[in-house]
């Protein structure tokens, strides 16, 4: 079992830029797939982004690929996620997942995941 604890949200302007950290109680985190999902007010929870333990290929969400970047820390146990040029419609709850073991086609799905994060409000202002 992994603890995450997200940090990094806040307000900002569109266009503007933030960083979320997750990290993880434990160092055998690395062992893990991470991952970033959000969920806005009276939405379904949504894939962002995902990043195996090798820490290569990441997968990206087609409404975040080209603005967001995933990425870890193993030796820090941190898990980040750089968001850039952020719009209106990227407001929600931001929590970061861990699992083992999950295939390519599950990365995308919340319930392949068994460890959650509390989440992170991001709030982008028009």
């Known amino acids: 079992h992994v603890q995450l604890q997200a940090s990094g949200g806040g307000l900002v302007q569109t266009g503007g830029s933030l960083r979320l950290s997750c990290a993880a109680s434990?160092?055998?985190?690395?062992?893990?797939?991470l991952a970033w999902f959000r969920q806005a007010t009276g939405k379904e929870r949504e894939f962002v982004a995902a990043i195996k333990p090798t820490n290569s290929n990441p997968f990206y969400a087609d409404s975040v690929k080209g603005r967001f970047a995933i990425s870890r820390d193993n030796a820090k146990s941190t898990l980040y996620l750089q968001m850039n040029s952020l719009q209106p419609e990227d407001t929600a709850v931001y929590y970061c997942?861990?699992?083992?073991?999950?295939?390519?086609?599950?990365?995308?799905?919340?319930?392949?995941?068994?460890?959650w994060g509390q989440g992170t409000l991001v709030t982008v202002s028009s």
């Open positions: 434990t160092r055998t985190s690395r062992g893990y797939t």
């Open positions: 997942a861990a699992g083992l073991g999950i295939i390519h086609s599950n990365l995308r799905i919340p319930s392949s995941y068994d460890n």
